[in-house]
């Protein structure tokens, strides 16, 4: 359990060894389950914010590319000065679109809320923002800007391979402490009808002195 919750890796011989039949079976239906979970797609509205908002970081990322490329002579100022304005609005566009179709879907349907990394708030003076660190990101993406990558694990259900292994661990552990249990319990129960034996084996002898 100690390695399993520092994220170590516990080879199948021993966990299957540790937790038994039973339950290496249990372990294999529910991360068959896990892999299932992580099948399910986003709803095509949130795909298209996805898709739009990706369209908008590389424009981002081509007028970032321009502006820092020093060894780029080509062109006069006034050139360099137009293509560089022309990316900025470009890139501007893009946030705006990918921003006004967020506010279309969320007005259209609430609960698409929970497929994006922040509360999304329209309000003005919220934390949302048209640019690449202000504009929310789907919740399952990988992008260093998503800010709650873990906090869609939770919501999705997803577990880790150890996480998996952990609870049927812990359940396959509760199992044997109730044997346990049941054993001492037998054993007790042996112990109290040895000493009721011995009582009635003790009143027949003395009804037997008695005749």
Known sequence: MRMLEKNLEVTKRDFENAVGKNFAKLYKQRWAEQQEIRKMEAPSEVKEYERMLQEALMMYGRYE???????????????????????????DSLFEDAMERLEE???????????????????????????????PRVITSKSLDNL????????????????????????????????????EDVEAEIERNNQQALKLKSLLADLKKRR
């Open 65 to 91: 590319q321009f502006t820092v490329d020093k060894n780029d002579k080509s062109g006069t100022y006034i050139e360099r000065k137009k293509i560089l304005d022309e990316l900025s609005n470009k890139t």
């Open 105 to 135: 879907i969320i007005s259209a349907d609430q609960t698409l809320r929970i497929w994006f990394d922040r509360d999304i708030d329209f309000n003005f003076g919220s934390h949302l923002s048209i640019d690449p660190i202000g504009m």
């Open 148 to 183: 709650a990558k873990d906090e869609g694990m939770k919501r999705f259900g997803w577990q880790t391979m150890s996480e998996v292994k952990l609870d049927v661990l812990r359940e396959a552990f509760e199992e044997f402490d109730k044997q346990e249990v049941t054993a």
